[in-house]
């Protein structure tokens, strides 16, 4: 939001806060991220996953790599069902001194140049939607941003094939398990429809493809922070019959960062709804609870 008048920016917090208050998710248009560079990310994307397993495995996420890299078709464990996600992921981003890497972080990242600088973009976007999302609470345009130290912003580069749930034997109509993003919200661009998001009604909607707008939805933190004055929006990915890929950037913030309701948005009419939750420990366990041999 730098260079916008106060104006400008009150006009876009309210219309954004609506949407955080009801829906949880909107496009956002005119974001300024070139659509050349998303389509070179694309490019880049099926180059890595039409490398053979043996070459992609070299990459494996774990818990030593940060879990960025690598996930195999059926490696992560669904959040709903018995069964593994019938997709592919990769994870690039920022890490963390708090965990040691046994090698260099450059070793995740050397397929993906595009990919990179699409991750910064993305970054200064993800920094303006939470500036607008303060704002739209009532609070300093830079309030969030003492909380975020050295973010662990991540950038997910995830392929859906078509015979993917055959493969993984799924027998469930969905091919990404419904769920509420641990971060504090996410930007997201698909090449096919499949993503899926839920109303507050509970009724499931399709996500269409917008050209030259990216998707974006809030999730945990945001919510957890506003004491549920924002919500977060929970989605799936629908079995799909084509070929899909996504692009998807988690806005997050730094290790161990604790989220919970803000004692501005809290009071004797308005207890804290949700419990403290560390972003490092506690995330890291989910992690390993999904991704664990």
Partial sequence: MAGWTLKEKTAVAAEMGDACRHEGFFFVHDHGIPTDLIGEVYSETQLFYRLPVEEKGKYEASEKSQFLGYRGLGREK????????????????????????????DFYHEHFPKSLELFRHLTHLGDGILAACALGLGLEEDFFKGYLGRPLHRLGLNYYGASHPSDVGSKVDYAMSPHVDLSLLTILDQDEPGLDVRNP???????????????????????????????????????????????QYKHRPDYGVVVAPLDALTGPADPPKYAPLNTGSEYVAVLRSLLGR
């Fill in 78 to 105: 669904s959040r709903t069902h018995s069964g593994t996600e019938a997709c592919e992921q990769y994870r690039l981003g920022n890490t963390t001194h708090e965990l040691a890497l046994p090698e260099s972080v």
């Fill in 201 to 247: 009604d509970g009724t499931w909607q399709e996500v269409p493809t917008v050209p030259g707008a990216l998707f974006l939805f809030l999730a945990d933190y945001v919510q957890r922070w506003s004491n549920g004055l924002y919500r977060a929006a929970p989605h799936r990915v629908t079995a799909v019959r084509c070929d899909r890929m996504s692009i």
